[in-house]
């Protein structure tokens, strides 16, 4: 049992997923302070200024309070739709930048299967040594 585990432990596909779970998890940080920090701002702004971080509906009839740290505070349950929208614009975020990404290395994957290699700027040296040679080629 024990060299059975350690054959399916060892497997590549399962110590790549590793890599790619760990990886993901270092990447949220950098993900959320993307979306917080560097998108949402000028979404903000585009939208009006809106946040909908502070939308709820608080749950007991008894009490109305003014945001959702005060019902938390006060212990009434609340309804805090707001973050369920930022979460849902946060994610569509990173799931369409996650796309852009994806389909640009599939365009990259496709040329070069057909054998086109990225176009690569040729030095200036080079260049100059061909006009040399196609000079050189013309005199003659």
Known sequence: ????????????????M???????????????????????????VLMGGVDFSNYFVPLSMNATPASIEAAK???VPVLAYGKFINAVINFTIVA???FMVIRQMNHL???IA???APA????RQE???????????ARS
């Open 18 to 44: 590793a890599v790619g779970i760990i990886i993901g998890a270092a990447f949220t940080g950098i993900v959320t302070s993307l979306v917080n920090d560097v998108l949402m701002p000028p979404i903000g």
């Open 127 to 137: 260049v100059l040594l061909e006009e040399i040679r196609d000079l050189l080629k």
């Open 120 to 123: 690569a700027e040729k030095p």
């Open 96 to 98: 369409f930048a996650l």
């Open 1 to 16: 049992m024990f060299k059975e585990f350690r054959e399916f432990a060892l497997k590549g596909n399962v110590l790549d």
């Open 73 to 75: 505070t006060a212990g």
């Open 114 to 116: 057909k054998g086109e």
């Open 109 to 111: 994957k496709a040329r």
